[in-house]
Nanobody, 119 residues
Framework: QVHVVESGGGLVQAGGSLRLSCAASGSTSSLRTIGWYRQAPGKQRDLVAVIYNDGTSTYAESVKGRFTISRDNAKNTVYLQMNSLKPDDTAVYYC?????????????WGQGTQVTVSS
């Protein structure tokens, strides 16, 4: 199985930057994708960015050009660099890992980290 832990959230002014980290542990060789999702109060949890095993990535339209997802395979860690932050980016950010588990896929979520952007 795989476990993930997020870190790096906090309070920042609009226009500022933050970097989130997602550290994976356990059967990391079975990882397929790691993604970042966010959930604002009263809203659904939405995909922000995801990075695949081949190194390619996908972003939500709302963060393209501002956020960058990357990974350090040696540390089993995925980062989300967030620049030009806006108040609308305020949410709890969750790391999600999809991994191979026997003959099927499984996923796990982190506990979330709060990002608050003040205007």
């Amino acid at each position: 199985q795989v476990h993930v832990v997020e870190s790096g959230g906090g309070l920042v002014q609009a226009g500022g930057s933050l970097r989130l980290s997602c550290a994976a542990s356990g059967s990391t060789s079975s990882l397929r994708t790691i993604g970042w999702y966010r959930q604002a109060p009263g809203k659904q949890r939405d995909l922000v960015a995801v990075i695949y095993n081949d190194g390619t990535s996908t972003y939500a339209e709302s963060v393209k050009g501002r956020f960058t997802i990357s990974r350090d395979n040696a540390k089993n860690t995925v980062y989300l660099q967030m620049n030009s932050l806006k108040p609308d980016d305020t949410a709890v950010y969750y790391c999600n890992a999809v991994y191979q588990y026997w003959a099927s896929r499984a996923q796990t979520w982190g506990q979330g980290t709060q990002v608050t952007v003040s205007s």
